[in-house]
């Protein structure tokens, strides 16, 4: 193998470049020179040399000196363009489970964890928690209707994360339907009807399940006193 050449002053820049790219803090002038074998003072010279090319040249970065050392930063024109993709890889991240019940939260708020069960179908405490970990949710009051349960809503960062003024720029749902039982649905399950009619059959339920709890204690307490003293002399 053919020994590398030696670097000219115009290579010499593009590995400054390189080493840059490749570094998540400032990096002083001699530790660059170290690097790359060369005089500190040149070093200097070459990164000052490149900051004034990248802003002649408009580029979509730009180099700064901060902190005792040379950095490369994204170009503040393009702020808003990084932040929302930089954002999204949050988003990302968030499981099936999650971006469910945080759509549920989204378009039903303020809702307490019964609703989004309702809709659900499943119990979904851990999610919200996880949520208002990451910020996305927050508690904003209280259901007297419900024995003051929890009510949540969604944040700022909410919205931020998927570029959102507020939440009335939530895309409409029914847009997405593939036909008019599907668009029907969406709509009663938006319109907290089913929610509704849901959790009063859940109340339902466990008030039925008390009256035979309650029933049946009564019965045995009627079996106790139908017990006769001649009862116990034939046992």
């Not at 990302?92 to 971006?99: C, K, M, N, T």
């Not at 904003?140 to 700022?156: K, M």
């Not at 036909?179 to 399950?189: C, H, P, V």
Request: no cysteine; aromatic share 6%.
């Amino acid at each position: 193998m053919n020994d590398l050449e030696t670097l000219d002053q115009s290579s010499i820049k593009g590995a400054l470049e390189a080493l840059l790219l490749v570094s998540s803090d400032p990096v002083s002038a001699s530790a660059l020179a170290g690097a790359l074998d060369i005089a500190p003072g040149e070093a200097a010279s070459l990164l000052a040399e490149l900051k004034v090319e990248y802003e002649e040249a408009n580029r979509g970065f730009q180099l700064r000196e901060v902190a005792g050392g040379w950095r490369l930063f994204t170009h503040p024109a393009y702020h808003d363009q990084v932040e929302a993709f930089v954002l999204s890889w949050d988003t990302q991240r968030l499981s099936q489970a999650a971006l469910e019940t945080l759509a549920v939260i989204a378009y039903h708020q303020p809702v307490t964890r019964d609703t989004v069960k309702g809709v659900r179908g499943v119990n979904s405490d851990g999610v919200i928690s996880s949520l208002v970990d990451k910020g996305l949710v927050r508690e904003v009051g209280r259901d007297p209707n419900r024995g003051q349960a929890i009510l949540y809503g969604t944040t700022n960062a909410f919205l931020e994360k998927f570029g959102l003024r507020s939440v009335r720029d939530l895309p409409d749902l029914e847009q997405f339907a593939p036909d008019e039982q599907t668009r029907s649905y969406i709509r009663e399950r938006l319109s907290g009807r089913s929610i509704q009619s849901t959790l009063e059959e859940t109340d339902a339920e466990l008030e039925e399940e008390r009256e035979l709890i309650d029933d049946s204690d009564d019965d045995d307490l009627v079996l106790i006193g139908n017990v006769t003293d001649d009862d116990f002399d034939e046992r």
